[in-house]
T-cell receptor, first 110, second 115 residues
Framework: SQQGEEDPQALSIQEGENATMNCSYK?????LQWYRQNSGRGLVHLIL???NEREKHSGRLRVTLDTSKKSSSLLITASRAADTASYFC??????????WGAGTKLIIKP | NAGVTQTPKFRVLKTGQSMTLLCAQD?????MYWYRQDPGMGLRLIHY???????AKGEVPDGYNVSRLKKQNFLLGLESAAPSQTSVYFC??????????????FGQGTRLTVV
């Protein structure tokens, strides 16, 4: 069964706007990670946030983690056409595995 | 630095045929994984390995076998392919740490169709 559930399933915004997607999970975790997948390609790691961290930044990406609500959000600021992709969250629950959500499909309109 | 390399990239099989997918990583990673990805879904773990000579079942292991005879290679076998195994298969690797699974590096995927 999937640990993470992303919300929304799909998001379409104008270039330059901010994009926010959310991830909820079920069990306690060591860390939560976000990945990007361009159509038909392998996944690329974006950012990792540990269970004792609340917020993390990397370039135009901002990730928050609320362990009390078992949820995380990924914010992409000043979106670009190249940000069009599917975004997945994955959780490490301590059993050598990453458990994946179904992803959010992000479309950036020019 | 090639990272994670999967072969083949595409394959069409007839029902009942067998095949082996090869994953090779050159980053000296301990952990390796095989996933399948079906339309509109996230990744589902088939089998994984936390070190040379060790393998374990994931969420959807039925119909698949794996081997990790060398640290850099992780093989996924389909003994008797079924149409339900039509999917995109991804291999991934990561450093093994006591603090948990860190960044996973992915191959480019194998698109398998079983007719």
């Amino acid at each position: 069964s999937q640990q993470g559930e992303e919300d929304p399933q799909a998001l379409s915004i104008q270039e330059g706007e901010n994009a926010t997607m959310n991830c909820s999970y079920k069990t306690s975790i060591n860390n939560l990670q976000w990945y990007r997948q361009n159509s038909g390609r392998g996944l690329v790691h974006l950012i990792l946030i540990r269970s004792n961290e609340r917020e993390k930044h990397s370039g135009r990406l901002r990730v928050t983690l609320d362990t009390s609500k078992k949820s995380s959000s990924l914010l992409i600021t000043a979106s670009r056409a190249a940000d069009t992709a599917s975004y997945f969250c994955a959780t490490d629950a301590g059993n050598y595995q990453l458990i994946w959500g179904a992803g959010t499909k992000l479309i950036i309109k020019p | 630095n090639a990272g994670v390399t999967q072969t083949p990239k595409f394959r069409v099989l007839k029902t009942g045929q067998s095949m082996t997918l090869l994953c090779a990583q050159d980053m000296n990673h301990e952990y390796m994984y095989w996933y399948r990805q079906d339309p509109g879904m996230g990744l589902r773990l088939i089998h994984y390995s936390v070190g040379e000579g060790t393998t374990a079942k994931g969420e959807v292991p039925d119909g698949y076998n794996v081997s990790r005879l060398k640290k850099q290679n992780f093989l996924l076998g389909l003994e008797s392919a079924a149409p339900s195994q039509t999917s995109v298969y991804f291999c991934a690797s990561s450093i093994g740490r006591r603090t948990g699974v860190t960044e996973a590096f992915f191959g480019q995927g194998t698109r398998l169709t079983v007719v």
